[in-house]
């Protein structure tokens, strides 16, 4: 799959230059195979693959496999079409925007984040389809309001005299801590713009008039990385029993035993343990935890280990590794971006690219048929369906070209009709057709831009030419390949059999494990344990003090795959000592696990793979003997010299 993604790029609109190769009588120039070789040789982690010859035969095969799925059809199916369109209808909205003005919230977005806002405000209510008079009573409410906290007045008590918030009577405006995306955008943008102790200008929302106080602002936390040591809670132990375990592990590193050597032995969080417990730096909110974010953020000093803290998951040790300064913005960019589109700011984005596209295609506000629509179209359209007077001549006239499209008078009216319900927010026939002209206008520039998209813009031509091709792989090597490998369980039979010989699980012993930072202790235990004495007897002989215990388990450690199992020989009954970062572990091999050949359930999901590799291998023979392929080594070697580090 990795390499249908990397093959996946085809030149769009070919220039005439040197043909590098051909695959039944179908050209490959050599500007398309630098261009995919330059693009995806840093995703490469394979060094054969960053070889010409070699990239050049997997560039073959990748072709090969476009031509056997067009030869099918594959191209032709309804679903495959279907599917592209989805892709090409959702990759466009990235070109259908301004960037530039995107850019520009993103950088202010990342910087509102790197603080929050403390604030109060009072607001008054006005509805979207208010009358002018009624539009300036609030005005004047909120200028009143306004004036009389300038003048000294407190603004809690002002807030519940003139404030329309249902929350206002009870907490005073307050609207306590928050960051940007938190309030609408014009709300935003007055609390970061607004100085500490300061009233602003009234400001408009959808809801109505606000003015803002904003009372404290503050720089936001960052990051922490910790590492952690989780003993969980599950069916064989209880809450109590874990949290005796924790304690025990606290113990041993009081006595400065390595963090890392008994998270790697004794952690449940497997994922992190095998690092010594590192979990990836995170922000506040970020681990679906509040309890442990809390204690992690808490900690201060580098190496500071918390107390005891109990989550859902189990209880907890923290050791703090490093404190972050906020992300950067190049790490933020793409989040931030992505939010701004759902964003009631992204409307700014969206007016800013209209008014390039009427700048791109000559557009000019017809303010001819906007009056011919202000005259004509009745009041009553709100109400009752608008008859269209079809034999009007007027309706034939433009009522603006974007490119070559032409959009006429009746073209609006239909629109205008469609628009108008019971449901409009104005009354006012003037007003509304002013809104839908603006509407119209828009809607038109941005589906014509859409609809001339690939020819009109390269990258995008580029991107749906990747994802083109990239669906006809995906539906031939599902259906030749991976399918294939998954439901022929009688091939599969027969391959794992043919070669059973190479799914072996090696030798494994069964142990039991004593560990302390305390290497008396741990003589003792080994005293005990060479008389053959119960491991709970031996705990209780040693485990005699809070401050300096033995940890006792049973393990089966795979020899090759356990690194404990390089520090001995094997030998049931073995006893070894192993000593690392301070901390001494007793290992007792009970019992050897001879090496054996895996069961097919065992390695089902390796033979299926290595079935699928090798079925793809002699499919490509096939391939290489159905399609006639010629190469041009003189263009092979010119660009062998271009790509010369």
Known sequence: MFLTVIFCTIMYGQQKDAVLLTINNSPVYRSEFKRVYLKNIDLVKDESQKDIDEYLELFINYKLKLEEAKEQGLDKKESYIKELE??????????????KASDALVKEAYDRLQERVNASHILVQVKPNASPKDTLAAYQRIIEARNKIIKGADFKETAIQYSQDPSAKKNGGDLGWFSAFRMVYPFEQ???????????????????YHIVKVNEKEKSLGEVTVAHIMVAFNKDRTENQAEERINEIRTQLKTDASFESLAKQYS?????????????????????????????????????????????????????????????FDELKGELTQRIKKDSRSQLITKSFINSLKEKYGLKRNEEAISYFQKNVPATIFNEKWEIPTEDKNLTKTVFLIGKESFSYLDFAKFLQQKATRKTSTKDVSLFVENVYDNYESAKLLQYYEEHLESDNQDFANVISEYRDG???????????????????????????????????????????????????????????????????????????????????????TKNTDKLTDKFSGQKEQIVVVEEDDYITLIKVVEVLPSR???????????????????????????????????????LKQIKKELAI
């Open 268 to 328: 449940d969080d497997r994922n992190t343990a095998v690092n010594g417990g590192k979990i990836n730096r995170f922000g506040r909110g970020a681990l679906n935890s509040e309890d442990f974010e809390k204690v992690a953020f808490a900690l201060q000093s580098t190496g500071e280990l918390s107390k005891p803290v109990k989550t859902k998951y189990g209880w907890h040790l923290i050791k703090l590794l490093e404190k972050h300064p906020p992300k950067t």
């Open 597 to 635: 050949i895996k069961t097919f359930e065992e390695t089902k999901g390796k033979v299926i793979n290595d079935f699928q590799e090798d079925l793809e291998k002699k499919w490509l023979s096939e391939l290489r003997k159905k399609y006639s392929i010629e190469l041009n080594k003189k263009t």
């Open 471 to 557: 669906l006809l792989l995906f539906d031939l090597m599902e259906s030749k390949i991976w399918n294939a490998a998954k439901d022929d369980s009688i091939g599969l039979q027969k391959f794992y059999t043919s070669r059973k010989d190479t799914y072996i699980k090696d030798e494994s012993y069964k142990v039991i494990k004593a560990s302390s930072s305390n290497k008396e202790l741990i003589n003792k235990v080994k005293v005990q344990i060479e008389k053959s004495n119960a491991i709970e007897d031996i705990k209780k002989e040693v485990n005699i003090s809070d401050t300096n215990m033995v940890l006792f388990t049973e393990e089966e450690l």
């Open 86 to 99: 989805g892709y090409k209808k959702q990759l466009s909205s990235g070109y259908l925007t301004d960037m």
């Open 190 to 208: 007055a609390a970061f713009t607004t100085p500490v102790g300061d009233v602003s200008e009234p400001f408009k929302t959808r809801f109505g």
